[in-house]
């Protein structure tokens, strides 16, 4: 066992045992019913010159006296911009329930909003703001089973300055009345028992229309869009539905900056797209986990469509400069919900998709929900048509209120007629009907993949959580199809191979990431810290040697003569990679906000090949690198973000590529410069306008004095800049627009080599 895989292995059972640890924290007291907890804050100071403390004490000026309030308007007015202190909690049973009582200092009334009271799975909840705990014998309250309906009482500090009263049910929300007093007022935290039976029920995540206001692709955590010096685009469900999007191609036509990129015919060699210029078919995600598939990948089973320009290495490991699209997955429901649709198409095109969600107990622990999509379809091309099936379940298990695990599986089935398209002829494409079918109606694209995982999920306190995820992947794809060879321009004579490719590909991955928050003085941080090991196997055969009847594209005669799969090339590989990063998310001020991040990565691969009747060749190859990145976010007024950052990626060379002197080929690796600023028009119209310079080094071009290898041909860059528009611009009218411009070309290469311009 190699010591990458032994990391790897360690990874993941540090990421299954990791609930078992408890990281620094506030202490908490089990408190019986009757009793408080109370500690004293610690007393506020400052530091001079030398980094030596004393307590802070300006005298004050006679100017500075408070002046009592003579009004209503003025007395909230003084309650809101001061911080009450609770330095003491009681619980007392009544008759019908419990009573909460927060003690403050000097009988300072606290601003409670009953209307911001929530229920939350098992709790209730109710966020005071403008408050402090204070308590002499500790920093939180706690009682446990202080009725037979109630579990837990919890009072906390949820940030600096908010505390947090949380009442947990016994496996369900509480029955019996809870009642929050506060000096002369009282207030219910229980649902409203008198209200209409009617109720809105939000399904999947808060999008915001035409224009959301956070993503977690870019920074790991819910962050908003305005405090995060990157470029990011989101296609909400919003859009998905309006645009009737079925596949991720669709949903990414209203990205500025995303294109998809050249392949052979139909999207059967993968969904291949282009980044500010750069290829990122190996840079999809689903749910921050890498995602692959040979065939066009369904929106179904997808809530939205996250997409991070730049390289995003820090938190993704190996990649492109370009940027990831990142697909977020539907999560079960708490309430019922039930969806069917049915479309019909030209080509004789058919579809349904079926979405179900919803508890499977009474107290909403355990909810699932199953998207099912199947498609029937054909083709403007002759003797093309094809089939999908999709099947995605998925099960979220409350264990406790601050402890969930969610389990997820798909199945994937692909059934296709192989197309290749038509060709090229002189300077341009051959002028041929768009129906010309220049393959055999024999030769097909098949496809079964299936993911199955699960993402564990444990908050110790408000402040501190843990998350694990492990996922394991295999997909078995077979293309069996004559293959263009070479074109006679002078007849439309064009040449064919017997072609094949298949065999097995397998993917494990887990992760573990620890997330906390905390404060250095007025400096607040949000930082995460991760660790993950991925190891990748495949085993795919390929058959391309033996040529097949050719066939003329003017004047198409079909042999229609399936031929004997003999594979002649084997391949065997291992790749194992384990990689450890760390991020902090700072707030400066209020307006002035950093997030800095580093990440090391270290690639392990070892790879067999074997022509038939020879004898195998082996190659291994290790790869390491520490990508950092960096960016700063100054919002002058409140709608107003400005930002730049730097960014780096790293991409490791894989396989048998070497130099003609037998040399390996090092990492390419990119970096980017970013500037940019966000602003929002209204609560509903946001827009976006980045400038970027991207260049990516050591990138490998064919060897023009030995088409065998390959040469390093040193730098490429990608500059312009984009802007992005997004929102509802008045009621019922809402807009996407984007615009890039790109200027992509060879900033520096080899002698051999004069191109210039990409």
Request: hydrophobic share 35%; charged share 20%; aromatic share 10%.
């Amino acid at each position: 066992m190699s010591k990458v895989q032994l990391y790897g292995w360690l990874v993941l059972l540090t990421g299954s045992l990791v609930g078992g640890c408890v990281l620094p924290g506030r202490a908490q007291a089990n408190i019986p019913v009757g009793e408080q907890a109370t500690d004293s804050l610690n007393q506020e100071t400052s530091s001079d010159s030398l980094g030596n403390s004393s307590p802070s004490a300006p005298i004050r000026q006679l100017r500075d006296r408070d002046r009592p309030a003579t009004t209503v308007k003025e007395w909230v007015a003084q309650i809101e911009a001061s911080t009450s202190q609770v330095t003491e909690v009681t619980l007392n049973r009544t008759s019908t329930g419990l009573e909460i009582v927060l003690g403050t200092a000097d009988a300072r009334p606290l601003l409670i909003d009953a209307t911001q009271f929530r229920a939350e799975g098992i709790s209730l909840i109710a966020d005071i703001p403008n408050t402090v705990l204070a308590l002499a014998d500790a920093q939180a309250f706690l009682a446990e089973n202080p009725t037979d309906d109630i579990a837990t009482v919890q009072v906390i500090q949820q940030d600096a300055d908010t505390i947090q009263v949380r009442v947990t049910g016994n496996a369900a929300l509480p029955t019996s009345e809870v009642t929050l007093k506060a000096g002369e007022f009282a207030y219910s935290l229980n649902p409203d028992v008198e209200a209409p039976e009617e109720e809105v029920v939000v399904t999947g995540t808060t999008d915001d229309g035409y224009n959301p206001s956070d993503s977690s692709t870019a920074t790991g955590t819910d962050t908003p869009l305005r405090d995060i010096p990157l470029s990011i685009q989101v296609v909400p469900q919003q859009v998905l539905q309006d645009r009737n999007v079925t596949e991720l191609g669709n949903a990414l036509e209203t990205v500025g900056g995303v294109v998809p990129s050249g392949g052979r015919g139909t999207s059967v060699f993968g969904p291949n797209f282009l980044i500010r210029g750069f290829d990122v078919s190996d840079s999809i995600f689903r749910d921050g986990i890498s995602y692959f598939s040979l065939a066009p990948l369904s929106t179904n089973d997808i809530e939205r469509v996250e997409v991070l320009k730049g390289p995003a290495s820090v938190l993704f490991g190996q990649g492109e400069p370009g940027g990831i699209i990142n697909l977020v997955s539907k999560k079960p429901l708490s309430e019922p919900y039930y969806a069917v649709s049915f479309s019909a198409g030209n080509f004789n095109t058919y579809r349904g998709d079926f979405d179900f969600s919803g508890p499977l107990n009474e107290s909403k622990t355990v909810k699932y929900r199953l998207n099912l999509s199947y498609e029937n379809y054909g083709s403007f091309r002759d003797f093309v048509d094809g089939e999908r099936l999709i099947i995605s379940p998925s099960l979220t298990w409350d264990i406790g209120p601050n402890t969930s695990i969610n389990f997820f599986g798909q199945y994937t089935r692909n059934r296709e007629t192989l197309d290749e398209g038509i060709v090229a002829l002189g300077d341009g494409v051959a002028d041929l009907p768009r129906d010309r079918f220049l393959g055999e109606d024999f030769g097909k694209f098949e496809q079964d993949q299936f993911n199955l995982g699960y993402r564990f999920n444990h908050r110790f306190n408000e402040s501190w959580a843990i998350r694990h995820a492990l996922q394991y992947t295999q997909y078995e794809p077979e293309r069996y199809a004559p293959l263009f060879d070479s074109l006679d321009e002078s007849t439309g004579e064009l040449n064919r191979i017997e072609y094949f490719a298949g065999g097995t590909y397998k993917r494990f991955f887990t992760n573990a990431e620890v997330v906390g928050k905390f404060n250095t003085g007025s400096v607040q941080h949000q930082l995460l810290l991760g660790v993950e090991y991925r190891r990748d196997i495949e085993n795919p055969s390929f058959q391309f040697s033996n040529s097949y009847p050719s066939i003329n594209i003017f004047n198409p005669v079909y042999t229609r003569i399936p031929y004997n799969i003999e594979p002649e090339f084997f391949r065997d590989d291992n790749v194992d990679t384990i990689g450890v990063y760390i991020q902090d998310q700072v707030d400066l001020l209020p307006n002035l906000k950093l997030l800095a991040g580093v990440r090391f990565d270290y690639v392990d691969q070892f790879r067999t090949t074997q022509n038939l009747g020879e004898d195998r060749e082996e190659f291994e190859l290790n790869d390491s690198k520490f990508t950092p990145r960096v960016g700063i976010v100054y919002q002058p007024i409140e709608p107003i973000s400005l930002y730049a950052s730097y960014t780096t990626s790293f991409n490791p060379s894989f396989g048998a590529s070497r130099n003609s002197d037998g040399s390996t080929f090092e990492p390419e690796t990119g970096r980017q410069f970013e500037v940019g600023v966000k602003a929002d028009l209204s609560d509903r119209v946001s827009f976006t306008l980045a400038a970027f310079d991207i260049r990516k080094q050591n990138v490998e071009t064919p060897d023009p004095g030995n088409p065998i290898f390959s040469l390093q041909t040193g730098e490429v860059t990608s500059r312009g800049f984009e802007f992005n528009l997004a929102g509802e611009i008045m009621p019922g009218w809402n807009i996407i627009a984007a615009y890039t411009y790109l200027d992509a070309f060879v900033s520096s290469n080899l002698a051999a080599f004069s191109i210039s311009r990409l």
